[in-house]
Structure formats: structure tokens, C-alpha cells
């Protein structure tokens, strides 16, 4: 019984380590959406809430107006967005443990490519006359309203 114990008391503490930091509004959701579920059916959570957990991988070395997250699953992670000066995340942050809530939402932007198509000759290299360069991808992010690290 005693080892029982000991296993839910170190889970509570991974969750909420004592030394954590509250950033923005309070968090109102219970229940956690992994970040592979959100990453495999992404359209599904467009305009939803969520509560998200994970290691902080990546922050914005400029304003702090961003971090990524680690998914549970190898290789997946999420960029958390919040708007400038709200909430600022330093960069100690950096490989702690996360609790994030925030709403899902996509956007479009330019797919980084190169160009080796018909455009590879060096008079079609530039940007403006290569159409290959242009295509546009949908990225998912959460736009985050707090958070515990």
C-alpha cells in the first residue's frame, strides 16, 4: 500500500512541481488533450480549448512571445503562441515541464522549398519567377492564454 502511495504522490509532483511559475490567466481546463491527438486530427480542434503538457523545447530568443512543446510522442512537438508583451516566457524555460491552455487555430504560410524543378537554371533561381517557391502550407499552433512551468 505504501509503495501505491508513493507512486500517486510522485505523479502529482511531476505534474505540479512546486517550483513552477504561472504565466497569464489561470488555468481553467481539468482534463489534458495530448499533442499527438491534436497533431493527428488537427481540423478536429481548430477553434477548441485545450489543456496541453510537455517539455519546453524551443522558446523566442527576441520577445518571448512563444514556446514549443515536446508532444508525447518522439519528434512531434507544437508552437504555443501568445500575443507580445502579455505573456512573456524567458528563456530558463527552456527543458522545463509545461501545462499550457490555449485555443488551436491554424494558419498559412510559405513551405520553404527548393527549387530543382523546371526552375533550376540560374536565370529562374530567384524567388519571383519560380512558382515552386510559393506553395503554402498549413501549420496548427495553440494560441495560449496561461501557463504553469
Known amino acids: 500500500m505504501k509503495e501505491v502511495t508513493k507512486n500517486i504522490l510522485k505523479e502529482i509532483y511531476k505534474e505540479r512541481p512546486k517550483d513552477s511559475k504561472k504565466y497569464g490567466k489561470e488555468l481553467s481546463l481539468k482534463e489534458k488533450t495530448s499533442i499527438s491527438e491534436i497533431l493527428e486530427n488537427p481540423e478536429e480542434f481548430v477553434g477548441k480549448k485545450v489543456l496541453v503538457e510537455g517539455n519546453v523545447v524551443g522558446v523566442c530568443e527576441k520577445r518571448g512571445c512563444w514556446i514549443d512543446l515536446s508532444g508525447d510522442k518522439e519528434f512531434e ?12 516566457f524567458p528563456l530558463e524555460v527552456k527543458g522545463k515541464k509545461a501545462l499550457v491552455e490555449g485555443e488551436v487555430y491554424s494558419l498559412e504560410v510559405e513551405k520553404k522549398s527548393d527549387c530543382s524543378g523546371k526552375c533550376n537554371d540560374e536565370k529562374k533561381k530567384n524567388e519571383e519567377e519560380c512558382e515552386h517557391g510559393k506553395q503554402k502550407e498549413k501549420v496548427y499552433q495553440i494560441k495560449g492564454f496561461g501557463a504553469k512551468i
Do not use: L, M, Q, T
Open 77 to 88: 512537438k507544437i508552437k504555443i503562441k501568445v500575443n507580445d508583451g502579455e505573456i512573456v
